[in-house]
């Protein structure tokens, strides 16, 4: 300013406010609002033009939320009730309806529109009451309704974790509940003998008595043809997706659906529904089941040369109840049954699907045996590496010949998943090539905004595909509507959360889908404002680097008017300590807790290098200023 020209107070106040904007500063000046015991850990001032990414992540949330919202108006109605044809049967079973609202509990958790819990929540109410009412007049046990005491009578865990997918996540933005904290510790009694309806476990052996259980306890007979394909129906212009023109087709893909009887490794499953039991109250019942179930499958793979057996009889013995074959069993190592409508047989082996018993035993423990399992099955199966049409490849089926089912290139199946929560070389390794590993590696610093952007294009082909559909409540069946669900949640878990998403990535169609699987994020946001789940309304964030101690992450207030506060967790149920947080090239500030508190200025933003313990916590479902840090 000239000499002799006086400062107004307003001049004062910009020239104040641009001095303090250029400083990071990492003190508790900003007061908490909301409550004492999370004071602010870190305020920052320091301005930054939202980037690329930031504007994309914001725009992905709305998008995904309007879709979302129209896709619910178009699918089911005010009770929450699927408007399609309702059946039982894998096909196209009560699983599958809820399934249509896949990712929506994590967009909400993510920081998504309150509307998507909302609906979330009046469609799984709505799918209870819907498939409790809804009878079978053939299949036996579902003539009394398909659910009883609001979960379903008698199926695999194939299906029973589909149609869990949404219900596990509902804990993530609502754990105080009272009915989610009833249903989830109730359902979880089912597989503990806490029921006496519902004997499916059997502590002597550490087994599932059947690959198909339930409600109303397990199937102790061989299954039929017409206990997984449902009753009769005209299958006309239905849309089938297994491609059966016929009921008579659709019977026919179940004539070797039949070796059910004992354990199997789906059943592993259950541990995503227990874990959550646990994670509500620490109730230790749950924990020391969750953990004795899991070790009694490590054994089961090490007696076995190190891979996991597919059936274990009611005798506690590997193939038990198949005539001492290991590799027996529905969905097992061997089962490559017939399709009827090409007279060839497929491959089904779904034994892979089983990590997610290992994953959250890690989960609460660190403890790497249990991944261990998985890299010396890995092992063995990549020890049979022959050369066929001049390309090595390895097996993924295994039956009285030997090895069979080759594929070109190693076995890396769930190699991301044990990387992902080792943090060691010598599994990243072992991991499938990925671009988002690439981009954690610095070589593609483009990735964020792309992986956003055809998040985009995904939700407005879906929303597209939905005013295109021109089907009917009774022309749909439960699953003619789950390929355009537009929920898009990929690229927001790996790039907000630095977390994976369990489920089959476009690049990795060799990957399992893994339906009920719970989140394994290295971060969480919640809004202590607004004392919610998810990043405050403006705020977005960019994990930018992962490593065994450490995280670095970018956030961002994409408000230039107001400032927003978001606090940010260690994991994604608190299992990691944060030690410190410091805005890069700063000072680090103590934190030595499992969350901790942010301020953003208006139009702020850093980059924070986070150091952590991984997994020493014990998980919870409970807000950050609703547990001791």
């Given at each position: 300013?000239?000499?002799?020209?006086?400062?107004?107070?307003?001049?004062?106040?910009?020239?104040?406010?641009?001095?303090?904007?250029?400083?990071?500063?990492a003190s508790p000046a900003f007061p908490s609002k909301t409550w004492a015991a999370l004071p602010v850990a870190?305020?920052?001032?320091?301005?930054?033009?939202?980037?690329?990414?930031?504007?994309?992540?914001?725009?992905?949330?709305?998008?995904?939320?309007?879709?979302?919202?129209?896709?619910?108006?178009?699918?089911?109605?005010?009770?929450?009730?699927?408007?399609?044809?309702?059946?039982?049967?894998?096909?196209?079973?009560?699983?599958?309806?809820?399934?249509?609202?896949?990712?929506?509990?994590?967009?909400?958790?993510?920081?998504?529109?309150?509307?998507?819990?909302?609906?979330?929540?009046?469609?799984?109410?709505?799918?209870?009451?819907?498939?409790?009412?809804?009878?079978?007049?053939?299949?036996?046990?579902?003539?009394?309704?398909?659910?009883?005491?609001?979960?379903?009578?008698?199926?695999?865990?194939?299906?029973?974790?589909?149609?869990?997918?949404?219900?596990?996540?509902?804990?993530?933005?609502?754990?105080?509940?009272?009915?989610?904290?009833?249903?989830?510790?109730?359902?979880?009694?089912?597989?503990?003998?806490?029921?006496?309806?519902?004997?499916?476990?059997?502590?002597?052996?550490?087994?599932?008595?059947?690959?198909?259980?339930?409600?109303?306890?397990?199937?102790?007979?061989?299954?039929?043809?017409?206990?997984?394909?449902?009753?009769?129906?005209?299958?006309?212009?239905?849309?089938?997706?297994?491609?059966?023109?016929?009921?008579?087709?659709?019977?026919?893909?179940?004539?070797?659906?039949?070796?059910?009887?004992?354990?199997?490794p789906l059943n592993l499953q259950v541990t995503s529904l227990v874990l959550n039991a646990y994670m509500l109250?620490?109730?230790?019942?749950?924990?020391?089941?969750?953990?004795?179930?899991?070790?009694?499958?490590?054994?089961?793979?090490?007696?076995?040369?190190?891979?996991?057996?597919?059936?274990?009889?009611?005798?506690?013995?590997?193939?038990?109840?198949?005539?001492?074959?290991?590799?027996?069993?529905?969905?097992?190592?061997?089962?490559?049954?017939?399709?009827?409508?090409?007279?060839?047989?497929?491959?089904?082996?779904?034994?892979?699907?089983?990590?997610?018993?290992?994953?959250?035993?890690?989960?609460?423990?660190?403890?790497?045996?249990?991944?261990?399992?998985?890299?010396?099955?890995?092992?063995?199966?990549?020890?049979?590496?022959?050369?066929?049409?001049?390309?090595?490849?390895?097996?993924?089926?295994?039956?009285?010949?030997?090895?069979?089912?080759?594929?070109?290139?190693?076995?890396?199946?769930?190699?991301?998943?044990?990387?992902?929560?080792?943090?060691?070389?010598?599994?990243?390794?072992?991991?499938?090539?990925?671009?988002?590993?690439?981009?954690?590696?610095?070589?593609?610093?483009?990735?964020?905004?792309?992986?956003?952007?055809?998040?985009?294009?995904?939700?407005?082909?879906?929303?597209?595909?939905?005013?295109?559909?021109?089907?009917?409540?009774?022309?749909?069946?439960?699953?003619?509507?789950?390929?355009?669900?537009?929920?898009?949640?990929?690229?927001?878990?790996?790039?907000?959360?630095?977390?994976?998403?369990?489920?089959?990535?476009?690049?990795?169609?060799?990957?399992?889908?893994?339906?009920?699987?719970?989140?394994?994020?290295?971060?969480?946001?919640?809004?202590?404002?607004?004392?919610?789940?998810?990043?405050?309304?403006?705020?977005?964030?960019?994990?930018?680097?992962?490593?065994?101690?450490?995280?670095?992450?970018?956030?961002?207030?994409?408000?230039?008017?107001?400032?927003?506060?978001?606090?940010?967790?260690?994991?994604?149920?608190?299992?990691?300590?944060?030690?410190?947080?410091?805005?890069?090239?700063?000072?680090?500030?103590?934190?030595?807790?499992?969350?901790?508190?942010?301020?953003?200025?208006?139009?702020?933003?850093?980059?924070?290098?986070?150091?952590?313990?991984?997994?020493?916590?014990?998980?919870?479902?409970?807000?950050?200023?609703?547990?001791?840090?």
């Amino acid at each position: 300013m000239s000499e002799g020209v006086p400062m107004t107070s307003r001049r004062c106040f910009l020239r104040t406010a641009s001095a303090l904007l250029l400083a990071a500063v990492a003190s508790p000046a900003f007061p908490s609002k909301t409550w004492a015991a999370l004071p602010v850990a870190l305020e920052i001032r320091t301005s930054m033009a939202p980037p690329e990414w930031a504007l994309l992540e914001r725009e992905l949330l709305s998008a995904n939320a309007v879709a979302c919202e129209a896709f619910y108006a178009r699918y089911f109605d005010a009770r929450g009730f699927l408007l399609a044809v309702e059946r039982w049967g894998a096909n196209d079973g009560p699983d599958d309806a809820i399934e249509n609202l896949n990712d929506w509990p994590t967009l909400h958790a993510l920081g998504a529109s309150d509307r998507l819990l909302e609906l979330s929540k009046q469609a799984y109410e709505g799918n209870v009451r819907q498939y409790t009412l809804a009878r079978t007049k053939d299949v036996p046990f579902a003539r009394e309704g398909m659910y009883y005491k609001e979960f379903p009578v008698m199926t695999d865990w194939q299906h029973l974790s589909e149609g869990l997918s949404v219900f596990n996540l509902l804990g993530l933005s609502d754990p105080g509940d009272p009915r989610y904290r009833d249903r989830v510790k109730r359902f979880s009694g089912f597989y503990m003998n806490e029921d006496p309806g519902a004997p499916n476990y059997d502590p002597k052996h550490k087994i599932i008595r059947s690959m198909i259980t339930g409600s109303r306890g397990p199937m102790p007979r061989k299954a039929t043809p017409l206990d997984w394909a449902g009753d009769p129906f005209e299958v006309g212009d239905f849309f089938m997706e297994h491609g059966e023109r016929t009921y008579e087709e659709t019977l026919h893909h179940y004539d070797e659906y039949t070796d059910v009887i004992g354990d199997g490794p789906l059943n592993l499953q259950v541990t995503s529904l227990v874990l959550n039991a646990y994670m509500l109250d620490h109730e230790p019942k749950y924990r020391a089941w969750l953990l004795g179930y899991v070790d009694a499958w490590v054994e089961r793979a090490r007696a076995n040369g190190g891979v996991l057996p597919s059936n274990i009889g009611l005798d506690g013995k590997i193939g038990g109840a198949t005539d001492g074959k290991w590799w027996g069993g529905v969905y097992g190592w061997g089962f490559s049954p017939v399709v009827p409508q090409t007279g060839k047989r497929e491959d089904r082996n779904r034994v892979s699907r089983a990590v997610v018993g290992f994953m959250n035993a890690y989960l609460l423990t660190g403890d790497d045996q249990y991944l261990d399992v998985w890299r010396k099955q890995a092992d063995v199966i990549n020890a049979q590496r022959k050369v066929i049409d001049g390309k090595v490849s390895t097996p993924r089926m295994y039956g009285e010949g030997g090895w069979y089912g080759y594929a070109p290139g190693d076995y890396r199946i769930n190699g991301l998943e044990i990387w992902y929560l080792s943090m060691k070389a010598s599994d990243r390794a072992r991991a499938a090539e990925h671009p988002w590993l690439t981009y954690l590696d610095g070589k593609d610093p483009g990735f964020p905004a792309k992986v956003l952007r055809a998040d985009l294009e995904r939700v407005r082909a879906r929303a597209q595909a939905q005013r295109d559909d021109r089907s009917t409540p009774d022309t749909r069946l439960a699953d003619a509507a789950l390929d355009i669900n537009p929920a898009s949640v990929q690229a927001l878990i790996h790039l907000m959360q630095g977390g994976i998403h369990i489920a089959r990535p476009p690049w990795s169609p060799t990957s399992p889908a893994q339906g009920g699987a719970l989140l394994y994020a290295r971060l969480r946001y919640f809004d202590p404002e607004r004392r919610r789940a998810g990043v405050p309304d403006d705020v977005a964030a960019l994990v930018e680097a992962l490593s065994d101690d450490g995280v670095v992450v970018t956030l961002v207030n994409a408000n230039q008017v107001e400032a927003r506060t978001v606090t940010v967790q260690g994991g994604a149920y608190g299992e990691h300590q944060v030690l410190s947080v410091a805005t890069d090239g700063g000072a680090p500030v103590a934190i030595d807790a499992s969350a901790f508190t942010v301020r953003l200025a208006a139009g702020a933003g850093a980059r924070l290098v986070l150091k952590m313990k991984r997994h020493v916590n014990a998980p919870t479902l409970n807000f950050p200023w609703d547990r001791k840090l």
